[in-house]
């Protein structure tokens, strides 16, 4: 983020020079309407009557008065639409000037009205997720043997005389090997649907090129193990991450094409800027199997989290039932 910030405010100083050359005249001197705001900071922001008002690189307005920690400042009435009941104030400081800065989160509700009272940040605030790039996905450099692909294929019934085909595919781990059967844990998502299915099919493409059959052996909560009979795959199988991963915790999010993505950890969940189209495994430390990131229901970006909590008892319980 700080690249971010030092973006914006090289930003900034290109948004003065363009506002003294093309209107910043205008502005001041013809525009006696506009919306007038008040913003309070904590300390002294060091802001001074004249001082320009700006939003994202465009100079919107200036500072009409500042006593103590309270600021005075106009908005020009072409841009009053810019402020929003939720609109964060800051400070900004560049090598050639001080500025008051807004933005408008896309939660940021209605219009302010005339005479709006703020709160100022001390610092500038994280940029929301949408004005943010899409994270860049990377080639892995050595992608781990029990990394695969599963895919299931659920036959739902699509009204009284017609059916139709789920398919889902997520990145999966062998976590388990055996005298020719592995155990892939993989998310139960692959199978969850609205309503009874008819039939179940999945498979699972192993590193190497093997392609096998697999069957549903276990479910526990979001997880679920598969059972590939028969395997010729050998490696070494999936570390399971043993702890809880802590807030801020740095991921990497890779499908079996060895895709990856940058990701974090967060209140419990996973914070990701992207769509996801099928599931993909979560590294941490390394190559370490910490969970798996699957779409967000109802978003356009961002990603459910499934946790590997449980997964050491769902995979004693797969080996028994092979038994």
Excluded at 51 to 73: F, I, P, Q, T
Excluded at 200 to 217: I, P
Aim: hydrophobic letters at 45%; glycine letters at 12%; one cysteine or more.
């Amino acid at each position: 983020m700080r690249l971010v910030h030092v973006t914006i405010g090289a930003l900034l100083v290109c948004a003065l020079a363009a506002g003294v050359v093309a209107g910043l005249y205008l502005l001041r001197e013809t525009d006696s309407g506009g919306l007038r705001v008040a913003v309070r900071f904590a300390e002294n922001p060091g802001l001074a009557p004249d001082h320009d008002v700006l939003y994202g690189d465009k100079v919107v307005g200036r500072v009409e008065s500042a006593r103590d920690n309270e600021v005075g400042a106009r908005i020009a009435a072409d841009y009053a639409d810019l402020v929003r009941e939720g609109s964060r104030f800051w400070v900004q400081n560049t090598l050639a000037a001080r500025f008051l800065v807004f933005d408008s989160p896309p939660s940021a509700g209605p219009p302010a009205v005339q005479g709006a009272r703020f709160e100022g940040l001390a610092r500038p605030p994280e940029p929301p997720p949408g004005a943010l790039p899409a994270p860049t996905p990377r080639k892995l450099a050595s992608r781990p043997a029990w990394l695969c692909d599963a895919r299931a294929v659920l036959t739902l019934p699509d009204g009284a005389d017609t059916v139709r085909d789920q398919a889902r595919h997520s990145a999966a781990a062998v976590a388990h090997a055996e005298s020719g059967t592995l155990l892939v844990l993989a998310p139960a998502w692959l199978f969850e649907n609205a309503g009874a299915a008819l039939s179940a099919r999945a498979r699972v493409e192993l590193a190497g090129g093997e392609v096998a059959s697999a069957r549903l052996v276990a479910t526990q909560g979001a997880l679920c193990v598969l059972a590939v009979e028969g395997s010729a795959w050998r490696g070494t199988v999936a570390p399971l991450w043993p702890h809880e991963l802590a807030d801020g915790q740095g991921l990497v999010l890779a499908d079996f094409d060895g895709l990856s993505w940058a990701a974090r950890h967060g209140n419990g969940g996973l914070e990701f800027r992207a769509a996801l189209t099928g599931g993909r495994v979560a590294f941490v430390d390394g190559l370490n199997l910490a969970g798996f990131a699957l779409p967000a229901v109802g978003e356009r970006t961002g990603a459910r989290w499934v946790s590997l909590h449980g997964a050491l008892t769902l995979l004693q319980t797969a080996r028994e039932s092979g038994k």
